[in-house]
């Protein structure tokens, strides 16, 4: 047997269990063909967990079953039943609640997550959510204050009963009309179910441009984030880095860390090179060990003459030295640390020795490729030229000077042949 719950977050198609529980089933679908279900609010919403409604005055101590509307006050509730054990296993799941002493009345919620089997003894699972699963995941992804109450309502705005297998009991009065909400019952104080939203109302152009930029930002941090390129979404660049690109290829780390030690004191100053030839790549990283002097570093720098070059100056937008240190654990900045006015010390003592054996300083590769250097500094550009130019007169040379060389190197060889005599 079927039901339809029009919500405002759009239509849930349910299957109920009517040879499981049909006292269950056949009170639900009598209240819904009361209209008591229009207008109820889920006042209670939690992320994977459950959405709770079908209590009138919206507090969870509320809501009567048809009998009590039938029969009177001492007929609000009714027992559970527990047999056969229908297990809160997945979401989708419609389960009455239980208001004490396995007692039940109007009240019901529906499972927002899997294997919630610590509700199974509690509980009683009467029909399951067969269509309208985008709709169930609207509600799931509703934004809730910390009493899990959502800050736009979420309601039941009517139900249709496709199929009812119950007759009527006596007493019972079907309205033809849907009733009206009350004033009381939609004033919730909390954003109306059919209120728009709309975050851009107010706003200058500037600031509508800047908050759909931090959106894009979020959505490709949460896609970084997903594919592994970034520890955390929440994950933001150090604030002490300079990025400082079009470099000319014969500048130094020890150039550039003189250049802008004038500004404030150097953690780390670094051209990058490749990995095989050790050329620069002309974009390096300088971190100091304050944002001020970062800063002050960025204002004056950019677009200044270095080696025939004018470089461009930035803040610099790597996290490649963010470690994710687990969920729930944040990130960890391998290299400089953050800046931390109560230290004087920003460098990491504790830092991994495979990572200190990766990085080299200015000075060690400088020790390391300085005779290299000196070499291709000083050796005369005419070698190659010279040799060449004696090869030539070499050869112009009379073949009968060479021929008298070689019989001379081959007489002086016989000489040294000679067999040793003994006196």
Known sequence: MSVILETTKGDLTVDLFIKERPKTCMNFLKLCKMKQYNFNRFHHVERNFLCQTGDPT???????????????????????????????????LLSMVNVGDNMLGSQF???????????????????????????????????????????????????????????????????????????????????????DINDMEGKTAEEIEELIAEKEAKARATILEMVGDL????????????????????????????????????????????????????????????????????????NVLIDDRRIHVDFSQSVSRLQWKGKGRGVEFVGGKAFDPNKEDYKMKDQPKMEQSKRMSSDDYAKRHAFQQRQRDYQPRDQYRGSREHREDRDRRDPREQQTGRNDFDNRGRRERRPWKAD
Request: hydrophobic fraction near 35%; charge should be negative; proline fraction near 8%.
């Open 109 to 195: 919620f529906i499972t927002l997550g899997d294997n919630l089997d610590f509700l199974d003894k509690e509980h009683c699972v009467f029909g399951e959510v067969v269509e309208g699963h985008d709709a169930l995941l609207n509600i799931n992804e509703a934004i809730c204050d910390e009493n899990h109450v959502p800050y736009q309502d979420i309601r039941i705005t009517h139900t249709v009963i496709l199929d009812d297998p119950f007759p009527d009991p006596p007493g019972l009065v079907i309205p033809i009309h849907s009733p009206e909400p009350t004033k009381e019952m939609l004033d919730s104080g909390r954003i109306a179910a059919d209120e």
């Open 231 to 302: 520890p955390s979404v929440d994950a933001a660049p150090p604030e002490n880095v300079l990025f400082v690109c079009k470099l000319n290829p014969v500048t130094t780390d020890d150039d550039l860390m003189i250049i802008f030690s004038r500004f404030g004191k150097i953690v780390n100053c670094e051209i990058i090179r490749d990995r095989q030839t050790m050329n620069s790549l002309q974009y390096a990283f300088i971190e100091f060990d304050n944002p001020k002097s970062c800063e002050d570093a960025y204002f004056k720098m950019d």
């Open 58 to 92: 919206e507090t969870g101590r509320g809501g009567e079953s048809i009998f009590g509307l039938l029969y009177g006050q001492q007929a609000n509730y009714y027992e559970a039943e527990q047999v056969p054990v229908l297990k809160h296993t997945k979401p989708g």
